[in-house]
């Protein structure tokens, strides 16, 4: 007679199968709302897809209802991955700045305030931002634009064209209404969001690697640079790829600063450029039934690179030790 291993079972109990189930069905809801969305505007936007075909990927120009190849995204594009990356670039900094100052060195008495105001301005609504970047901060931005083009003119991203740097009589005006504007009015709007993220996962560094590096005679930054950034590295890359994903579908805040400008404009200084979100807001509301089936298709083109971009993220957070158990 042989011995054989006795089966194990637990009864998890009503309320842990009930929480299961409320788990399982909200995942599920997630997952159908993405779907829907998705095939929502893959219906609308096959008309013009199927007119456009693939010069919807590399015309410039958008007027759907100028004939067969009068439209597409390449302009809106190259505008939308531009903004986001230069408030992702501002952003990081600033971000990674204040939540390791939050989280290792701010007294106790100060770290709640100083969480509640960060709080508080991620639940800002982005129209302030965008009244505040329009009214006020554009312009006194245009000195730091104008020294740019006057001493690192020479970097293509920087140059202006059709601005003799010399001349001192230049209106300010120039330098405004440009992608960089925007993209620094998003990096504020931005930055609350990722520094949240950011300091909830460093205050997450175990304590006995923290203690562990003080005994071995490290300071608080050797400490920092030891411990808490490794371990932190998937909230790093977490809070940053949420906030490209805000910085890529932002409206309002961009449709206020920038003139739209229907060609590839790569200099970040000059007047003028485009991007999908304010696109649609412009023009969304006198269009036909065949511009909005391309209004869609630019959505859909936007809406399948924040996917992109935070299944990416997904992957590089899920290796981090910080993401692994997430």
């Not at 939540?99 to 302030?128: C, F, H, N, Q």
Request: proline content about 5%.
């Amino acid at each position: 007679m042989t011995d054989s291993p006795r089966a194990l079972t637990a009864d998890p109990g009503l309320p842990d199968r009930i929480f299961l189930a409320w788990a399982r069905g909200s995942g599920a809801l997630v997952l159908l709302v993405m779907l829907g969305v998705g095939g929502y505007l893959a219906v609308r936007a096959s008309t013009a897809l199927r007119t456009a075909g693939l010069s919807f990927l590399t015309t410039e120009a958008w007027n759907p209802d100028g004939g067969h190849g009068q439209f597409g995204i390449a302009a809106v594009l190259v505008g939308t991955v531009l903004i986001g990356g230069i408030a992702v670039c501002l952003a990081v900094p600033l971000a990674l700045g204040s939540a390791l100052y939050i989280s290792e060195y701010a007294p106790r008495r100060l770290k709640r305030t100083l969480i509640g105001m960060v709080d508080l301005m991620a639940a800002v609504p982005s129209v302030v931002y965008g009244v505040w970047g329009f009214v006020l901060l554009q312009y006194k931005l245009a000195g730091t634009a104008r020294w740019l083009s006057t001493y690192l003119g020479w970097i293509p991203l920087l140059h202006v064209n059709g601005v003799d740097v010399d001349d001192p009589l230049n209106p300010p005006l120039i330098y405004t209404a440009s992608s960089l504007m925007a993209g620094t009015v998003v990096a504020f709007m931005i930055t609350p969001i990722m520094c949240s993220i950011m300091r909830e996962v460093f205050d997450q560094a175990p304590a006995g690697e923290r203690e562990g590096a003080y005994a071995l005679g490290s300071t608080r930054w050797g400490m920092i640079r030891a411990v808490v950034l490794p371990f932190g590295r998937g909230g790093i890359i977490g809070g940053t790829m949420l906030g490209l994903g805000r910085a890529l579908g932002e409206t309002i805040t961009v449709y206020l600063i920038l003139s739209m400008h229907f060609e590839i404009q790569p200099h970040i200084l000059q007047t003028g450029g485009s991007a999908v979100a304010p696109l649609i807001a412009l023009r969304y509301g006198d269009s036909t039934d065949f511009s909005i089936s391309a209004l869609m298709a630019a959505g859909l083109t936007l809406f399948l690179l924040t996917l992109v971009v935070n299944f990416a993220a997904a992957a590089v957070v899920a290796r981090s030790r910080s993401g692994a158990s997430s």
